[in-house]
T-cell receptor
Framework: EDQVTQSPEALRLQEGESSSLNCSYTVSGLRGLFWYRQDPGKGPEFLFTLYSAGEEKEKERLKATLTKKESFLHITAPKPEDSATYLCAVQTVGAGGTSYGKLTFGQGTILTVHP | GAVVSQHPSWVICKSGTSVKIECRSLDFQATTMFWYRQFPKQSLMLMATSNEGSKATYEQGVEKDKFLINHASLTLSTLTVTSAHPEDSSFYIC???????????FGNGTRLTVT
């Protein structure tokens, strides 16, 4: 069974204090790893897709990296507007090598950035 | 970018009544859409995969007669919660992808409260 575990559950940072969020996964065949941001009462907003170990993606203050067992979301000099829940999800290869688009989500990390 | 619209954003209904939620892909055609459910401070749980022109595929433990899904066109999927009860109160989110290589994009969710 595919499993995705995110840590920490909650993270409080001061504005400008860089840190990293972790996403560990156990899957039978990784098709892609996705990072989303979710604000309260809203649907998840797509951030990154990573496909293979060693891959990195960047967007403004965020940088996502991927190994064979985990992914990190690095936040550099965060601002209060970066406060949100960050979700990690994996898409796996289905039977016969197909991909159905089904995502398995982690529990999320609630990030709070104080001014 | 891809946009998924969900309506209504919130609904309050009485126990025993049915509620319909719409999910539209605004700028692309989606042969497959996904319906998720999210409880407070928990992650997204896939309920079912909606397939255009065919029956939906439900995840284990999800009652197909209670959560009716109709994917009438390439841009519209609906979820009907039939004979709703207070335990059905939750945040329902739909998602869609342009093609198998594209990331899932989510609607803004529907907050259902059954009184």
């Amino acid at each position: 069974e595919d499993q995705v575990t995110q840590s920490p559950e909650a993270l409080r940072l001061q504005e400008g204090e860089s840190s990293s969020l972790n996403c560990s996964y156990t899957v039978s065949g990784l098709r892609g790893l996705f990072w989303y941001r979710q604000d309260p009462g809203k649907g998840p907003e797509f951030l990154f897709t990573l496909y293979s170990a060693g891959e990195e993606k960047e967007k403004e203050r965020l940088k996502a990296t991927l190994t064979k067992k985990e992914s990190f979301l690095h936040i550099t000099a965060p601002k209060p507007e970066d406060s949100a829940t960050y979700l990690c999800a994996v898409q796996t290869v289905g039977a016969g090598g197909t991909s159905y688009g089904k995502l398995t989500f982690g529990q999320g990390t609630i990030l709070t950035v104080h001014p | 970018g891809a946009v998924v619209s969900q309506h209504p954003s919130w609904v309050i209904c009485k126990s025993g009544t049915s509620v319909k939620i719409e999910c539209r892909s605004l700028d692309f055609q989606a042969t497959t859409m996904f319906w998720y459910r999210q409880f407070p401070k928990q992650s997204l749980m896939l309920m079912a995969t909606s397939n255009e022109g065919s029956k939906a595929t439900y995840e284990q433990g999800v009652e197909k007669d209670k959560f009716l899904i109709n994917h009438a066109s390439l841009t519209l999927s609906t979820l009907t919660v039939t004979s709703a009860h207070p335990e059905d109160s939750s945040f329902y989110i739909c998602s869609a992808r342009r093609d198998d290589h594209a990331p899932l994009h989510f609607g803004n969710g529907t907050r259902l409260t059954v009184t």
